[in-house]
Structures are given as C-alpha cells and as structure tokens.
C-alpha cells in the first residue's frame, strides 16, 4: 500500500522519467506508478468502508477458497457416506441371515458414520491450520 497520497509532482516525475529512460525499462516504471495509484485507491475504499456503517467487507479470496473447500468436502462425505451406509446394512445383514441376531448393522453403521465424522473434522483441522 502507499504511504502518502500521490501528487501532481509524483505524477510529472513518473512521466518525465517515463521518457528519459530506454524503453525496455518504461513498461517498469508504469507500472510502479500504477500500483502505487493502486495501493492507494485500494486503501482509501477500505477506509471508506470502514466507517459506513452496516457495510461488510469482503472476505479475503484464501478465506472464500478454504469455505468452499470446506463444505465441499463435508458433502462429498454425505453423498459417499450413503451409500457406504446401504453396503454396511447389506452386509450384516447377509453375514447375520444364519446367526440369529440382527442389530449388528446398527453397530456397523455407527462406525461409520464415526469415521466419516471424525475423519471430517481431522481434515478440517488440518486443512485450517495456517501454512508454516
């Protein structure tokens, strides 16, 4: 971000400068201007934003992208979850059908959805954590 506001003076030393060196460096000088221009344009809506109230600001991208992820994750374990379910009951059910018995599909069914559960919130856990 900039630290001060840019000047008319600034903006006659970006041009004057622009044209007294080589080419190859202009396209660098440019842009160096623009993203001071930037930086503060940048700054002064944050500002402005700040003191309207009931304005909220957005999020950062790497927030938005870890939320998406996130839930995207927790569905696909719904979605596989099902039918991993519907498997679990079909087996116990063809294991006990000569045992006697029958409620070892509750078992079964609990674990995983245990697993899926807690399988969830470790990879939540490790994906939050901030990189090192």
Known sequence: MASSRPTAHDIRAAAET???????????????????????IAARVDERLARTPGTKVARKPADQTR??????????SVISGIPLSIFVIAMSRQ????????????????????LIIVGNFAWAGWYRRPPD
Do not use: C, K, M, T
Request: aromatic letters at 8%; zero cysteines; a negative charge.
């Open 18 to 40: 622009h044209d007294e060196i080589a080419p190859e460096y202009q396209d660098a000088v440019v842009a160096s201007f623009l993203d001071r221009i930037d930086g503060h």
């Open 67 to 76: 939320r998406i992820v996130l839930r995207s994750v927790l569905a696909g």
């Open 95 to 114: 294991l006990n059908d000569g045992a006697g018995g029958g409620g070892g599909w509750i078992a079964g069914l609990a674990l995983l959805w245990i």
